[in-house]
């Protein structure tokens, strides 16, 4: 366990993920909060129904399907997307990289693989910054300009 501020930072070894609780003095931790996907899952230790004494882990799984998604999010004129999926390995990989002591050398590694593959986002993740090049007409010419979809993430403050 590790404290931070009024939360809890647990890991869970079964997947090799850092989970924080959903509420101050909540005893379910969110496991995975994938924006992109609109993607979360969390767990909590519940008694169990065989034994009352016993707990067991329950893993909750909530996915909000964004029902007017496209299938380029960046692209308003593209189709509308009708095919969603979600896996499971690929949303609790974990691809933060870690400091580790290699024979006296100080090494970065990472726990998840094909962590460079870009991910499919079904939503804009606010904390991402998304543009479409719209037609500008300046001095008579009309060029391409990016424009910002999420402008709080595209802009400073």
Known sequence: LARSGSFVKRSDPKWGLDCYPVGPSDEEYVLVNNKCQCV?????????????????????????????????????????????????????KNCEPIEIDLGGAILQAQQGNSCEEPQT??????????SSPVPLLYHGEVMQ??????PDSCFAQ
């Open 121 to 130: 986002c079904y939503t804009y993740d606010r904390n991402e910054c998304y």
């Open 40 to 92: 979360t899952v969390t767990s909590k230790f519940v008694p169990s129904q065989e034994n009352p004494q016993e707990e067991v882990l329950e893993r909750n799984i909530r996915i909000i399907v964004p029902l007017k998604a496209r299938e380029n999010i960046s692209d308003p004129l593209s189709p509308l997307r009708t095919t969603f999926v979600y896996r499971l390995s690929e949303l609790c």
């Open 145 to 150: 300009v990016p424009a910002a979809l999420t």
